[in-house]
């Protein structure tokens, strides 16, 4: 299948809720790879790299996000595939 890239933005209560960390679980768990980091206005950016279907499913799980955080709005578009060769927080 063919490999894309996705960058997502997640906003809402998704800092100190230990949001970056069960992303990190839930896209390694989809076999994704790329990032996920923290942004100064309070949001979460993650860029990942997989199959449409994986990439669709880490959006999917980011609308329910962790049982402390509260997600309010995604944001996601194509990104350039990177070749990223594991899935970290940044």
Not at 29 to 46: A, H, K, P, Q
Request: with cysteine.
């Amino acid at each position: 299948m063919e490999k894309s890239n996705e960058i997502i933005r997640v906003y809402g209560r998704v800092q100190g809720v230990g949001f970056r960390y069960s992303a990190l679980q839930a896209a390694t768990g989809l076999g994704l790879c790329g990032f996920v980091c923290n942004e100064l206005d309070g949001s979460v950016t993650i860029e990942a790299e997989g199959t449409r279907e994986q990439i669709d499913l880490l959006i999917a799980w980011c609308r329910k996000g962790t049982s402390r955080s509260e997600v309010s709005e995604i944001r996601h578009f194509p990104g350039q595939l990177m070749n990223y060769k594991s899935f970290r927080i940044r």
